[in-house]
């Protein structure tokens, strides 16, 4: 491609350490629906001609059905997606392809193919999130009544239900989508007409390939345009914090499938076997989620490290910037349907949950509200009269509501035995009618309003 600069050939190691095609084929799509648009824009304002355009567009249409077929030669010597291309159309249709490359540069072409493949995935991520949303809310509905420990610290709270539990989810992944919508909203401009650096002295329109590609419109500065990769950093912190959210779940579904908790099974669908002790039944798939924040945040480090520092505008540097958040992308792909199909495979437990919601002395904080709402006792205090009772139970092995009225009253004499009704954990947690809270009212309200947004 620059033959006439040259006489000599790239040693060997030149060539091992340049080439990408064997990762950045994955933007052949890309790279030919831009190209696409750069001719159709170069015949329109009358650079190349329609014979050399009509010619052009059937040469890629011919290179994009090798490539469905797997004929397509991906050939390391020229280099990338890119020159690989425009080889294979050369050999294909001659000279004519040798005008395609007019008031266009790899540098604007590879930001525009790269940022049309991060657009994709944060789409595609989008969907899969809803999927794995859509397998919660199933859950939280089908168990909006179950009640089970609400946990600080891992140690039992107040009752809580799986279904409240579930939403929190729900919640969570939701910020996800809209974290990923966001990024693509702003990296939706394009780059494609910045030519190598400094713009093209060609009449080009950028705002026609904007449009023919699917962006708001073109970016403002040429400089800016080739070097910015930050859409691809937020994109994959995006995918980090993601994967934090499903590495909190994998834990929690780790944690409930052991049989201290028992608070869910899994089918044989979702989990491995041992070779050894012929009794496991492991939750593997929950624990490899929890690792993937690992590849994520792994990659979002990578790519900050390969920009950081970086004088502007294109450095070969950049074309790091395609295998962390290829990696990324399908970790992450990966994990959010194994996710979806875990969560729907979960099948809960709602004794050994309710029985759990009990143990703990979880429903103190109800006494302790009991007190100040039906004696006036300022909170502070019935909070101590509290604590008093629950050290007594424990001094007698009982939980709370096993408590003789007798020992409540000897720590003030004017309970009376209607505090009963507000320590067991259903009604501690259908007590909790504040917005958001924990009574299976307000949790279906919240699964009502989350299956409007994900029809
Ligand atoms: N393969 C290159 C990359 O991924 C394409 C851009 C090359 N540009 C250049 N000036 N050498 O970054």
């Known amino acids: 491609m620059w033959g006439g600069r040259f006489s000599g050939k790239p040693a060997e190691l030149m060539q091992a350490i340049n080439v990408s095609i064997g990762f950045d084929k994955r933007l052949a799509a890309q790279d030919l629906a831009g190209s696409r648009a750069h001719a159709a824009m170069l015949r329109t304002v009358g650079v190349i001609s329609s014979e050399d355009e009509a010619a052009i567009q059937d040469g890629l249409s011919r290179i994009e059905a090798e490539i469905a077929a797997g004929t397509f030669p991906f050939r390391d010597e020229f280099e990338d997606i890119h020159m690989n291309v425009e080889a294979r159309l050369r050999e294909l249709i001659g000279p004519a392809a040798g005008r395609l490359h007019t008031a266009r540069s790899r540098n604007d072409q590879v ?17 899969q999130l809803q999927a794995l949303q859509r397998a919660l809310v199933a859950q939280a509905e089908a168990h909006a009544d179950a009640v089970m420990p609400g946990f600080t610290h891992l140690q039992p709270a107040q009752p809580v239900t799986f279904g409240h539990h579930m939403m929190a989810y729900v919640e969570m992944f939701g910020r996800d989508a809209a974290r990923f919508a966001d990024a693509r909203a702003r990296m939706n401009e394009s780059p494609l007409g910045a030519a190598a650096l400094a713009g093209s002295p060609f009449p080009i329109d950028r705002h026609m390939t904007a449009k023919a590609l699917g962006f708001d419109r073109p970016t403002a500065n ?11 950093l937020e994109a994959l912190a995006a995918a980090a914090i993601c994967g934090a959210h499903l590495s909190r779940l994998a834990e929690e579904i780790v944690i409930w499938m052991t049989p201290q908790f028992g608070f869910v099974k899994l089918s044989d669908a979702f989990t491995t076997g041992s070779s050894i002790m012929p009794q496991k039944k492991n939750p593997d798939a929950a624990e490899l989620i929890r690792a993937k924040v690992g590849r994520l945040l792994g990659s979002f480090t990578q790519l900050t490290v390969v920009m950081k520092g970086l004088p502007l505008t294109y450095s070969k540097d950049m074309q790091e910037d395609k295998v962390p958040t290829f990696e990324a992308f ?40 009991w007190l100040v709402r039906e004696l006036g006792i300022p909170f502070r205090d019935a909070h101590h009269v509290t604590g008093a009772a ?21 720590l003030d004499n004017r309970i009376t035995d209607a505090i009963f009704g507000v320590l067991t954990p259903q009604a501690s947690a259908a007590s909790r009618r504040s917005y958001g809270g924990a009574a299976p009212e307000q949790v279906r309200a919240q699964i009502a309003r989350w299956k409007e947004i994900l029809a």
């Open 111 to 127: 930001a525009l193919d790269f940022r049309l493949w991060v657009r994709d995935a944060c789409d595609r991520t989008v969907g």
């Open 222 to 232: 040429s400089l800016d345009s080739v070097a910015d990769r930050d859409f691809a």
């Open 330 to 369: 399908d970790a992450l792909e990966l994990s959010l349907l194994a996710m979806a199909g875990m969560v729907a495979d979960m099948r809960p437990n709602a004794e050994a949950m309710k029985a759990a919601a009990g143990a703990g002395f979880s429903t103190a904080t109800d006494l302790a509200d």
């Open 390 to 410: 629950v050290k007594r139970a424990e001094e007698l092995g009982v939980d709370l509501p096993g408590l003789p009225l007798a020992e409540l009253k000897a």
